[in-house]
Nanobody
Framework: VQLQASGGGLVQAGDSLRLSCAVS????????MGWFRQAPGREREFVSY????????YYADAVKSRFTISRDNADKEVYLQMNRLKPEDTAVYYC?????????????????WGQGTVVTVSS
């Protein structure tokens, strides 16, 4: 399984971005998908996850009501729509895949990781 994240960029506070994560390999439907981010000098932190069928979704408090995760199982992609961006959202964003269905807010639950896409939000 290989993951390719894209869609990052430099935006101003209040703008929007949509991140995409394309997944190659079989059995995309059998993986829960997550987004994490890592700001300079900080630990990688959880942002959001979506279950295999898309019925269970969870967000970190810092992004709740601003970010929306979704997935397209036919196209094998997962998305992160980010609205009302803030400077503190600046980070490298990673998508990840897990065959588990619990503890999906923990980075150790994920076996496969993309290379990351950089999001920079200026004030």
């Amino acid at each position: 399984v290989q993951l390719q994240a894209s869609g990052g960029g430099l935006v101003q506070a209040g703008d929007s971005l949509r991140l995409s994560c394309a997944v190659s390999g079989d059995s995309f439907n059998s993986y829960a998908m997550g987004w994490f981010r890592q700001a300079p000098g900080r630990e990688r932190e959880f942002v959001s996850y979506i279950s295999r069928g898309g019925m269970n979704i969870y967000y970190a408090d810092a992004v709740k009501s601003r970010f929306t995760i979704s997935r397209d199982n036919a196209d094998k992609e997962v998305y992160l729509q980010m609205n009302r961006l803030k400077p503190e959202d600046t980070a490298v964003y990673y998508c990840a895949a897990s065959s588990a269905n619990t503890r999906l807010h923990l980075k150790g639950t994920y076996k496969y990781w993309g290379q990351g896409t950089v999001v920079t939000v200026s004030s």
